[in-house]
């Protein structure tokens, strides 16, 4: 089945130590997004890909970084996590003209 | 900005009753796209209903309808025969419609956790 694959499901991290989550999509989707969503909360947007084109949101920390080596593979890079970065880390995918997204399982990132 | 304001926290209901979930937002844009997405505990995020603005029938998946109200910027869901499967996190969100060749982000309500009760 076509689907959207966060790997690592949970991730334990350092204070300082940096990690990357991955997202793999067989959707073929244009587009790729990270969200950030903390416990009882909205997810929050981190960036998007359009194809090889990255978007930062205004709001996001230069702590976070992305990469998007091909259209299946996209990588949450956290330089330095602090205990504030603790969260669940959403990526989705959805077609450029398209309306909702399909998303991952997760990956629920603690700093310890 | 576009803004999503779900003002209900927390809904419970019992099992094989109704529950209508609230969703209001804030726009400027004539053309844009509504949705519920259910996240169940430690599990994946999945569309439960979508509805264009430019269309005036309600949209109905199985046990799932929405009330959308354009002129208020209403947009609640309903829950037919509730199922203990129910019990979730919903999300309404909001999309305008992306520019050709362009795409644009989900705006996200703070979320209505639902309990379903046997």
């Known amino acids: 089945d076509a689907m959207v694959i966060q790997n690592p499901r949970y991730q334990v991290t350092q204070f300082g130590k940096p990690v990357t989550l991955s997202c793999s999509q067989t959707?073929?989707?244009?587009?790729m997004y990270w969200y950030q969503q903390k416990s009882s909360q909205a997810p929050k947007l981190l960036f998007h890909?359009?194809?090889?084109?990255?978007?930062n949101e205004a709001d996001t920390p230069d702590n976070f970084q992305s990469r998007r080596p091909n259209t299946s593979f996209c990588f949450l890079d956290i330089r330095s996590p602090g205990l504030g970065d603790a969260a669940m880390y959403l990526c989705?995918?959805?077609?450029?003209?398209?309306?909702?997204?399909?998303f991952g399982s997760g990956t629920r990132l603690t700093v310890v | 900005a576009q803004t999503v304001t779900q003002s209900q926290p927390e809904m419970s209901v019992q099992e094989a009753e109704t529950v209508t979930l609230s969703c209001t937002y804030d726009?400027?844009?004539?053309?844009?796209?509504l949705f519920w997405y259910k996240q169940p505990p430690s599990r994946q995020m999945i569309l439960v209903i979508r509805q264009e603005a430019y269309k005036q029938q309600n949209a109905t998946e199985n046990r799932f309808s929405v009330n959308f109200q354009k002129a208020a910027k209403s947009f609640s869901l309903k829950i037919s025969d509730s199922q203990l499967g129910d019990a979730a996190m919903y999300f309404c969100?909001?999309?305008?419609?992306?520019?050709?060749?362009?795409?644009?982000?989900?705006?996200f309500g703070k979320g209505t956790k639902l309990t379903v009760n046997p």
């Open positions: 969100a909001y999309r305008r419609e992306p520019l050709q060749g362009g795409s644009e982000k989900l705006v």
């Open positions: 726009t400027s844009e004539s053309d844009y796209y």
């Open positions: 959707l073929n989707h244009n587009v």
């Open positions: 989705a995918t959805s077609r450029e003209w398209a309306d909702g997204y399909t």
């Open positions: 890909y359009y194809d090889k084109d990255f978007n």
